[in-house]
């Protein structure tokens, strides 16, 4: 199974709608960061440029908003001096319980490096990567104080007292040339490739490991293989092609008025691994299923720049080829950053973690029937055919499915299965829209599913009854048993019309969860802070729920993710229904705990 990376953006500019020196927002960054939290992806990378953001603090923000993500903080070795650098990437690392990777880059262009004062040649730049990684995994663990005496670094009896979490940090090496392979292959713990068609990608990993090999590292310590792409997917190859064509157009434009990533007439690059998408590029627009390098050629290589298009489909296959080759992390990110890696998320990321349950299969039918006909002829049969009594269960109540009544809920998507009871709506109308479209999204996929189980058991109990009874009939009467193989398809189909139903259900709020995603945070965002008091029908004391909200812009931020939602499997504690249970939960997320003390005072 190979990891997940992504690319960090600190603000909405992207290549294909860039906003002219956007500065950072925090809200983006932080929302960005919890999407790739929340849909699995393993890794970010902060990347490095001589203009840009400092990758350290970047990552410290990602880090705090975050759970899981690890960030990759991409480090140019002149910019930091190695024992300030292991201090700095241990204290992240400790910060966030061992949630660090760094990616070294040597440096590709020598007018970059420049600019930050560093004049030496790309070789020499690789020799003193080879010592600054030395240092550091010597600072992560050495007990005494060390020196350190090479060409390019000498210090006296340096001693480290920050130590990273869980041993040294993983070293990611990243390029094309023969000194990156050299330099990563015998240090690196993760080398860094841009993507490339399977041919050129195998022939670089074998001269990776060839490296490796080369200083004694056996197979079992060889880099770890990670490959970057900007796949760019739509629901069908039509539209992912449509998509990809109008990326290009915008890539261009962008590049001719000057908002490109490269002016437009820039000179070929340096750095070996984009002179080799270059070359590639020049063979044709499409390598292998779908690599595509228009792009490449659009931007200058200018980074990673080689797209996938396709379908999910596509672009999942595709991927899977590079991961027959040894590819263990893959880098996604498109062109339309935050869209993309939600759309990523959601399509391409190898099971995804469902929102509910799927529903049960057709369960077997439970049969008490003895098969010996002489036995059988001496049962009492006293069962009736149910095959009509599906109706009862699927005819919807009409009091019920009116919106105008009552205690009927008008909102529900499907009033014969989306009917709340009355305490529910007294909940509705105290809490504010955020409270309100998490509720419902969660009521979608529960109530579907307790109907949707109710039903079943209903459904099989009705089957069993009824095929039991034929099934006697037919023992006893013969041709009536016909009958009976009738009854059980028919509840068998309605089985499957009732798992269609609520898988839809299912999809449907997922689908809303996505939309809200994507609409602008002051949209998704409470107004003020308010205190809201619930009580349940039976206003029982005990019964009372208060809740008091306690951040309201920033301290706790919504989320509506699936980490959010509850799993409904864990909720049926047999003490609260599922839906006191989910309160509680989301009271634990959400808002105080139940207040003892006094609650704040409501605005
Ligand atoms: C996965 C990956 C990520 C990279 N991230 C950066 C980055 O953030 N900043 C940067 O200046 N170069 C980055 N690079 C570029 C290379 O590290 C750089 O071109 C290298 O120093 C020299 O390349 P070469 O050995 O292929 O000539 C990245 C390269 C790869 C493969």
Not at 194 to 223: F, H, N, V
Not at 311 to 329: H, K, M, N, R, W
Not at 502 to 507: A, E, F, L, R, S
Not at 549 to 558: D, L, T
Request: proline letters at 8%.
């Amino acid at each position: 199974m190979p990891e997940f990376i992504s690319v960090t953006f600190p603000n909405a500019s992207t290549e294909i709608a860039p906003i002219p020196n956007a500065s950072i927002d925090p809200e983006y960054l932080t929302r960005y960061a919890r999407n790739l939290d929340d849909y699995g992806y393993n890794y970010t990378l902060v990347p490095y440029d001589s203009s840009s953001y400092d990758p350290f603090t970047i990552g410290a923000t990602i880090l705090s908003v975050t759970k899981k993500l690890k960030v990759i903080i991409a480090l140019r070795p002149n910019t930091l001096y190695p024992t300030v650098a292991a201090k700095a990437l241990a204290t992240l690392d400790q910060l966030s319980s061992g949630r660090v990777v760094v990616h070294f880059i040597a440096g590709g262009s020598d007018a970059e490096q420049a600019k930050e004062g560093d004049f030496l040649s790309k070789d020499e730049r690789y020799g003193r990567l080879e010592d600054y990684i030395k240092i550091l995994r010597r600072a992560w663990k050495s007990d005494e104080p060390f020196d350190w005496d090479s060409e390019y670094y000498q210090f006296k009896q340096f001693s480290n007292r920050v130590r990273p979490t869980n041993g040294p940090i993983p070293v990611s090496v990243g390029g094309s040339s023969d000194e990156a392979y050299r330099i990563g292959g015998s240090l690196a713990d993760i080398f860094g490739l841009w993507g490339e068609p399977l041919k050129e990608t195998k022939d670089q990993i074998d001269r990776i490991y060839a490296e490796a090999a080369k200083a004694g590292r056996p197979d079992s310590d060889r880099p770890r293989i990670w490959v970057t792409f900007r796949p760019i997917i739509a629901e069908t190859e039509d539209l992912a092609w449509a998509k990809a064509h109008k990326t290009l157009d915008a890539l261009n434009v962008n590049t001719a008025k000057g908002q490109g990533k490269t002016p437009p007439n820039a000179p070929p690059p340096q750095n070996a691994g984009s002179q080799r998408l270059l070359d590639i590029a020049a063979r044709g627009e499409v390598q292998d299923r779908a690599l595509w390098y228009p792009t490449v050629t659009a931007t200058n290589a200018r980074g990673a720049s080689t797209a996938l298009v396709g379908s999910p489909q596509t672009v999942i296959e595709s991927l899977l080829d590079y991961v027959d080759l040894g590819a263990d992390l893959i880098s996604i990110r498109g062109y339309d950053n935050l869209n993309d890696a939600i759309d990523y998320g959601r399509f391409t990321r190898p099971e995804p973690k469902p929102l509910a349950p799927p529903a049960p299969d057709w369960p077997e039918t439970r049969s008490t029937i003895d098969q010996n006909p002489a036995k059988m002829a001496k049962k009492t049969i006293t069962g009736e055919s149910h095959v009509g009594a599906e109706d009862q269960v699927f005819n919807t109540n009409p009091a019920l499915s009116d919106p105008d009544k009552p205690g009927v809920d008008e909102d529900s998507y499907n009033p014969p299965l989306c009917v709340y009871p009355s305490w529910i709506q007294q909940l509705e109308q105290g809490v504010a829209d955020y409270e309100k479209f998490i509720r419902r999204v969660y009521y979608t996929i529960v109530s579907a599913q307790a109907e949707y189980e109710r039903l079943q058991q209903q459904t099989v109990k009705h089957a069993n009854d009824g095929l039991e009874a034929h099934r006697a009939r037919a023992v006893a009467e013969g041709p009536e048993g016909v009958k009976a193989e009738h009854s059980a398809g028919y509840m068998k189909a309605r089985h499957e019309e009732l798992k269609m139903g609520y898988d839809c259900m299912v999809g449907e709020a997922s689908n809303y969860a996505e939309e809200l995603r994507r609409l602008p945070l002051q949209q998704q965002t409470r107004t003020g802070p308010k205190v809201v008091s619930i009580e349940t029908p039976n206003q029982n004391q005990s019964n009372r729920f208060h809740f008091a909200a306690e951040s309201v812009e920033g301290e706790i931020e919504p989320r509506i993710s699936k980490s959010t939602l509850p799993d409904p499997e864990k909720l049926d504690d047999g003490l609260n229904s599922p839906f006191e249970s989910w309160l509680l939960d989301m009271q634990g997320k959400l808002f105080s705990t139940p207040t003892t003390t006094p609650l704040r005072s409501t605005k």
